[in-house]
């Protein structure tokens, strides 16, 4: 009976991993062939602070991937939405590394904003890059992968006056590889 209880709670913990992400755009222009993916964690069709990764703070995450046939350019970026309400935490600016991810494995990932720069005195919204800005496409490709099997624990956000700091609860740090696992088959399934 225990071993049936310990199924049962682990097939909830799992569905409830998987049901908090899903493909919010997959859009695959047929003039151009360039390709867009952006996944999503809103449980409902309204984003709310249940939505939110962090411990303390809210943090909205999606991943996503841009596929650009012209210049051969396949981009994996992340994108947060922050609500800060502190109208002195400055700016996240465009081009700059202001994105660090710290996996649970010790290891970080530095990502490179593609956004324009936003200011915002009540919350941020930023794209930012799987690299560096002077990486090239294949160290991208390699955290992309290295996402899908590692957990992220701390997300930080460099702004022109300081550093803010997210800790992802234990919950959604499965839940946010799962973003990247959804990315990837995604990406394979529309390649047929």
């Not at 992400?21 to 964690?41: V, Y």
């Not at 650009?68 to 981009?75: F, R």
């Not at 590394?97 to 593609?114: E, K, M, P, R, Y």
């Not at 005195?121 to 991208?140: C, H, I, Q, R, Y």
Request: overall charge positive; glycine content about 4%.
């Amino acid at each position: 009976m225990k071993k049936i209880l310990k199924l049962f709670f682990a097939y909830l913990l799992i569905s409830q991993a998987t049901w908090a992400q899903s493909i919010a755009l997959n859009i695959n222009d047929q003039e151009t062939g360039n390709r867009f993916i952006l996944t999503s964690n809103k449980k409902d069709k309204d984003p709310s602070i249940d939505d939110s990764v962090a411990r303390a703070g809210i943090v909205l995450f999606a991943a996503g991937y841009q596929e650009d046939k012209a210049t051969k350019l396949n981009t994996y970026f992340i994108d947060l939405n922050i609500v800060h309400n502190d109208n002195r935490v400055g700016c996240l600016k465009e081009d700059a590394v202001n994105a660090i991810l710290t996996l649970v494995d010790g290891s970080q990932i530095s990502c490179f904003q593609i956004s324009e720069t936003d200011c915002g005195k009540e919350a941020f919204k930023g794209v930012f890059a799987l690299m560096t800005k002077s990486g090239n496409p294949a160290d991208m490709q390699a955290n992309f992968e290295k996402l899908q099997k590692t957990e992220i624990k701390k997300i930080e956000l460099i702004t022109t006056e300081k550093k803010l700091v997210y800790k992802i609860t234990d919950n959604a740090q499965a839940s946010i590889k799962n973003h990247f696992s959804l990315l990837a088959s995604t990406i394979k399934t529309s390649l047929k």
